[in-house]
């Protein structure tokens, strides 16, 4: 059987953020792996088939809050197989700014939910002013926390000692 190579796929500035906030909420969790065809954004350590997908714009069609088809049937397919699905979504998640607490507080009440059911619904509907906000908050965010990442970076300095 051959096997087709699939490049590697890497978490999103937006799914960094909210794995680090599932952290801070104590859910140990793995990132972006493979079950099947399908790619699992966050499954959950201690609680098998319990995943997390950050569904950022691409998740749905263009200026709209609608989940794209491939969304739509990956969602169906695994909740009818056992998995136990949250979504973030990534407008939701923008509104919550750079505060980490807000964030953990929002992942705790999602968390104490019961999972979305297998037929994914979209979202309520914005106008395209609304979406053009969302995503400029979204850029501001995702800069105001690269500066906090590089400002929390200490300098590395390598010391050996060959005598």
């Not at 995503?135 to 926390?145: C, E, G, H, N, Y």
Request: hydrophobic share 35%; net charge positive; charged share 30%.
């Amino acid at each position: 059987l051959r096997r087709i190579p699939q490049r590697a796929r890497r978490p999103s500035p937006l799914h960094w953020d909210v794995s680090n906030a599932l952290a801070k909420l104590g859910v140990f969790h793995r990132n972006t792996f493979q079950w099947g065809c399908f790619w699992i954004d966050i499954g959950e350590i201690d609680d098998r088939r319990q995943c997390w997908f950050v569904d950022g714009p691409s998740d749905f069609y263009s200026s709209t809050n609608e989940y794209t088809e491939a969304n739509k049937l990956q969602h169906r397919i695994l909740s009818e197989l056992g998995w136990n699905i949250r979504r973030v979504r990534w407008n939701d998640w923008v509104q919550l700014g750079t505060d980490m607490d807000a964030k953990v507080e929002y992942l705790r009440k999602l968390r104490e939910r019961p999972p979305w059911p297998a037929i994914l619904t979209d979202g309520p509907s914005s106008s395209r002013q609304e979406m053009v906000a969302n995503l400029r908050s979204a850029r501001d965010v995702q800069r105001a926390l690269k500066e906090r990442r590089e400002k929390n970076r200490q300098p590395h300095s390598l010391v050996m000692n060959l005598g």
